[in-house]
């Protein structure tokens, strides 16, 4: 099998009938129609096997996982995703591990209603390039907009797929059903499009959590010129995480964890309420979990108010 069967048996499919798709895979460049009184938007991620997720991962999580991380970062500033593009680099043509990273990126790009348009491949060592194309209706939520006063918010559960990551890397580590829930937290990631297109009229400002929370709300202070609480008794940390890793691993993963690609959201109290009601409109849970003040950094508190000190500033490569 060499270059184009691979890419017209695993990826031509994966590209949907789309009227918007003027030229798609198969000739020298893709062109899609996105005019219309919006923006265009684009982002990019590239993963590399022994540094973004473990060698040997399971393929069909591969494919799921490499557009899930783009896709939130889609969900951060509130943008739609409508199309992307793959450049794949392997070390060898495995139909197998072909077959499995293309259904698990098909289910990846159907869940967020998406089509491939085109890409490049190539031998190498195992890297995976995904760019994102779409739209945004409006004003970003951009990481410079938190004001002193406003509320801060995250979705979902914190610290999961960093313990899930941990669970993987350790033989014989996933076994009950509260290990199997970790693991997929870092396997398949759920970007909160839905969450972010809904709240971006009402967030000042917002970051998916890549890096960890504590790195991620820095970026946000940095970026806004403000300084951050965060509370920590708040943090939602699930049943799964507490179980197999106890409280305080649970809370140091949270903290600084990272892998989570939930949203942080920083929003003026009289947002709040309509906020929440999104929420559970999109059904995407939201937690309180801190505020933003005036200064610079940000700070842990414990359930009296007392500041913790800080560990992990979270992940920088070539650090
Ligand atoms: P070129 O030589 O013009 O760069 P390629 O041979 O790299 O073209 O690719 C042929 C066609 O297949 C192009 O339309 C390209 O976008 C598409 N393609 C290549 N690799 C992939 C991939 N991994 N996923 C989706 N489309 C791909
Ligand atoms: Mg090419």
Redesign the pocket.
């Known amino acids: 099998m060499d270059?184009f069967d691979l890419?017209s048996r695993y990826?031509e499919p994966l590209q949907l009938a789309d009227g918007d798709i003027k030229l798609g895979?198969?000739?020298?460049a893709?062109i899609v129609d996105l005019s219309g009184d919006h923006a265009i938007t684009t982002a990019v991620d590239t993963l590399v096997e022994g540094v973004h997720f473990p060698t040997g991962m399971e393929a069909g999580a591969v494919g799921y996982r490499s557009l899930a991380v783009n896709l939130s970062d889609f969900a951060a500033i509130g943008a739609t995703p409508r199309y992307a593009t793959?450049a794949?680099a392997l070390p060898a043509v495995d139909q197998k591990w072909l077959e499995a990273f293309s259904v698990g990126l098909g289910q990846a790009l159907r869940a967020a209603d998406i089509s491939?348009i085109?890409?490049?491949?190539c031998q190498g060592a195992l890297t995976i390039t995904i760019q994102l194309i779409g739209t945004i209706d409006g004003a970003p939520m951009a990481r410079q907009g938190a004001k002193p006063g406003d509320t801060l918010l995250v979705s979902g559960t914190l610290g999961d797929a960093r313990a899930g990551l941990e669970l993987m890397k350790q033989p014989g580590g996933i076994d009950t059903g509260h290990s199997k829930a970790l693991v997929e937290r870092f396997m398949r990631p759920q970007a909160r499009l839905t969450l972010g297109v809904e709240a971006r009229c009402y967030a000042n400002a917002a970051i998916d959590v890549s890096d960890g929370l504590l790195a991620d709300v820095g970026h946000v202070m940095t970026s806004s010129g403000c300084s951050a609480e965060i509370e920590v008794d708040r943090l939602p940390i699930s049943r799964e995480i507490q179980a197999v890793f106890g409280c305080e691993r649970a809370l140091a993963y949270a903290l600084a964890g990272g892998d989570d690609y939930e949203l942080v959201l920083s929003v003026s109290p009289k947002y709040l309420d309509r906020v929440m009601r999104i929420s559970s409109d999109v059904s995407v849970p939201l937690t309180v979990v801190g505020r933003v003040r005036t200064g610079a950094g940000v700070v842990c508190l414990d359930s009296k108010g007392q500041e913790l000190p800080l560990g992990s500033k979270g992940y920088r490569h070539f650090t």
């Open positions: 270059e890419i990826f895979i198969g000739d020298d893709a793959l794949l491939l085109g890409g490049d491949t």
